[in-house]
């Protein structure tokens, strides 16, 4: 079943909310704040003498890489929607949670 016209307009509405928000100062303020939470919980991973908690810091560290990359990638991803796309997808109408 397509998506319906309301629900196109919704998403279209948080891509255009989503590129606005882009474009400013704190969005790259954002992405400098998550770049140096990665990089610190990496170094402190390095630092730690004691390998038990050497290697929770390093798990840490991955988990916060890899979260700060799925928010990205689904910012890029709903940023990018295609409205025609949409309107002769297959998706049916999205579950919201």
Known sequence: MPV??????????IKGALNATKS???????RQIADNIS???TEAALDEDDKQK????????????DAFKTLWQAVENAAAIDADVLAE?????????
């Open 39 to 41: 990089k610190q919980a």
């Open 89 to 97: 997808s297959e998706l049916g109408n999205l579950e919201r949670e």
């Open 24 to 30: 400013t100062q704190g969005w790259h303020f954002i």
């Open 4 to 13: 319906n016209e309301q629900e196109i307009a919704r998403l279209m509405a």
């Open 54 to 65: 050497g290697e929770d810091k390093r798990l840490i560290a991955k988990a916060a890489r």
